[in-house]
Every structure is written in structure tokens, then in C-alpha cells.
């Protein structure tokens, strides 16, 4: 009798516990994508370690949370697009795909002195994405395998539209702290013409439409508040023309839009 229950007993107890083969076959399956989700967290890590440079130097946790991020955004790019091909139709999709334009951010910024503004995005995005596939993993381990860690995932699940407004406008308020580090002799007199042109990749992405959402969204508020009025005319003179900087340096299809 005793030897009938042992086998069924040793079989309830790997259903009710984790199932680390499963996990294992995951991994040699999905090699790239368990990579990617590796990497995402030693940026998440990166970050902490810029703001509590407790296992070493800021600055350098700083550069390797750009770095990793390049790294992300490089192996996403082999994912979607495959081999390089010398074409004028591969350098146009690639330079349509998100994971181009945050290559793009990375490269701008590790040549830059530390702002710690820039790692809000990186960190951001690692998150969301590590966390989407906590939750593949922690199934693949079992329905049942850390709760606390499903919660917290749950969590950045219900605050995933918010924080990709967060993105955006963190893109968008980047833009004239590029000039002011240049003003501060931190970056040199290219990078704000170079990030300009990561923000219009960011605001015709095809598949991201946060930045044009913020960008709308920001200027319906300056036009509200331009017209209020009790408002100083100085201050609304500053408004308006803020908007239409804006709008003159937006692409030329935003622009005949606008004039529409």
C-alpha cells in the first residue's frame, strides 16, 4: 500500500511545485527571447545602481544601462528585420521599426554627460516589457509559482498606458534640455540636431502613437491656457509662440496638416 502511494504522492508534489524542466526547455526553446528578458533586467538593475551606487561608480551604471539598452534594441532589430541587406528598402524599414530609434537614443547619449532624465524611458520600457514576460515564465514554471511577483507584474500591466505617456513625454521634454546641456558645455553642439531627428522618428512611429498623442495633448493645453483671460499677455505670447516653434519643426506632413 505504501509503495502505491509514493508514486502518486512524489506526482502531486512536482504539480504543486515548480516545474524547473519545463523552465529549462523553455529557455533552450525561446534562446533570444529569455535573453532579451535577461538583459531588460540587468538594465532595470543598471538604473538602481545609478541612484544607489552601492556595487560601484554611478557613472558607470549610467553607461551600462545605455549600453544594455542598445543591446536590447539591437537583437529586437535582428528579430524583426533579420540579415542586414544593402538596400535603400532595408534602411527604410529599419529606420520605421521603435527598436531603430532607441538604438538611435542609446548612441546619442553614451557620448553625453550622465542626465539622469535620459535612463526614465530606458528603464520604463524594460519593465514593461520584462515584466510581460515574467508572467510566460512564472506559467512556465506554474500557475501557482510566486504570487507576490504575479501582483507586481499585474500592477505594471494596469499602469502600462500611463507609463507610456510617461515615454513620451519624457522624449518630447528631452528635447530642450539638449540644448541647455550644450548651453552647459555637458554635450556637444550636435546632439540636439541629432535627437531632433530621433523625436520626429518617435512622433511618425507606426506602431507607437504616444508621442503624437503628447504632442496634441500638450498643445490643446498651452492653447487653453493662452486663452484664458486673466492671463498675462507676455505669458501668452510666450505660449503661442512655443506652438508654433513646435509646429514649424515638425515633419513637413504634420505641417500642411496644421495649415489645413
Known sequence: MSDSAGPSSSSDQRQRGLNVEALKQHVLTHKIDCGLWAIRVL???FTCGYFLPIFGSAQNAY???LIANAAINALRLHQRLGRVRLSREFVAQLLMEDSCHYLFYSMIFIYVAPLTLVLLPVVLFAILHS???????????????????RLLISLVEFQSLNILR???????????LTVLFVAMGRASLLTPFIYYHFLTQRYTSRRNPYNRNMFHELRILFEKTAAKPNLPSFVKSILLGIINFTVKLAPPQVQAQHQQ
Do not use: V
Open 166 to 176: 510617461l515615454i513620451a513625454f519624457t522624449e518630447i521634454i528631452m528635447m530642450p
Open 43 to 45: 538594465t532595470i538593475l
Open 63 to 65: 553607461y551600462k544601462a
Open 131 to 149: 515584466a510581460s514576460y515574467s508572467l510566460t515564465l512564472l506559467d512556465t514554471l506554474g500557475q501557482n509559482s510566486w504570487w507576490g511577483a
